[in-house]
């Protein structure tokens, strides 16, 4: 089973910008993995963010984008918010399962 | 509103058996994928797996910690989805949540905890 990696822990300031990667053991990420983003605060559930790589749902922030950056699918944050302080996930198809990374802790301090 | 509602988690002893539920509503359910995805304490999100529409062959896909251990069923008569979990083990430990697969627009529900201790 493929394994996908992200950043444990990144910090940005409140009104700067921060870039979360998610990468694949199996190689690049391209868009043929779809990947998909999720935010997850403490006690809630997630939810997505972003789908089929740089996809918004209607309730996504516009300083949230998605992207691929250098083999990895990247979640870039321009403008952070207290708000934003939160668990992000991503998410990576394959042949026949999905996986998930490891997460990334997003302090905004 | 759409929704999902998960239940039957609890505390079963390794080597144990359950069986949870998904109830949704307002959506259309059946022209759906549907997976269970779980969160460990602490930890982060795990996809279990999935099981396709009918139209798609109905078949299911898991992933490796899980496999010949779950089954993933869906009844969509009912709109309800189904994970069969055998010979649970202690690491099986978390929330169990069901959600479109991929996730997309659907709201996640709050899950179901399974606890597997002796």
């Known amino acids: 089973q493929a394994v996908v990696t992200q950043e444990p822990s990144l910090t940005v300031s409140p009104g700067g910008t921060v870039t979360l990667t998610c990468g694949s053991s199996?190689?690049?990420?391209?868009?043929?993995?779809?990947p998909y983003w999720f935010q997850q605060k403490p006690g809630q559930a997630p939810r997505t963010l972003i789908f089929d790589t740089s996809n918004k749902h209607s309730w996504t922030p516009a300083r949230f984008s998605g992207s691929l950056l250098g083999g990895k699918a990247a979640l870039t944050l321009s403008g952070a918010q207290p708000e934003d302080e939160a668990e992000y996930y991503c998410?990576?198809?394959?042949?026949?399962?999905?996986?998930f990374g490891g997460g990334t802790k997003l302090a905004v301090l | 509103e759409v929704q999902l509602v998960e239940s039957g988690g609890g505390l079963v002893k390794p080597g144990g058996s359950l069986r949870l539920s998904c109830a949704a509503s307002?959506?259309?359910?059946?022209?759906?994928?549907m997976c269970w995805v779980r969160q460990a304490p602490g930890r982060g999100l795990e996809w279990v797996g999935r099981v396709k529409t009918k139209i798609d062959g109905g078949t299911t896909d898991y992933a490796a910690p899980v496999k010949g251990r779950f089954t993933i069923s869906r009844d969509d008569s009912k709109n309800t989805l189904y994970l069969q979990m055998n010979s649970l083990r202690t690491e099986d430990t978390g929330v169990y949540y069901c959600?479109?697969?991929?996730?997309?627009?659907?709201?996640w529900g709050q899950g179901t905890l399974v606890t597997v201790s002796s």
């Open positions: 959600t479109p697969d991929p996730p997309g627009a659907t709201p």
């Open positions: 199996t190689g690049a990420v391209t868009s043929g993995h779809y």
């Open positions: 307002a959506f259309t359910f059946s022209n759906a994928w």
């Open positions: 998410l990576l198809s394959y042949s026949n399962t999905r996986v």
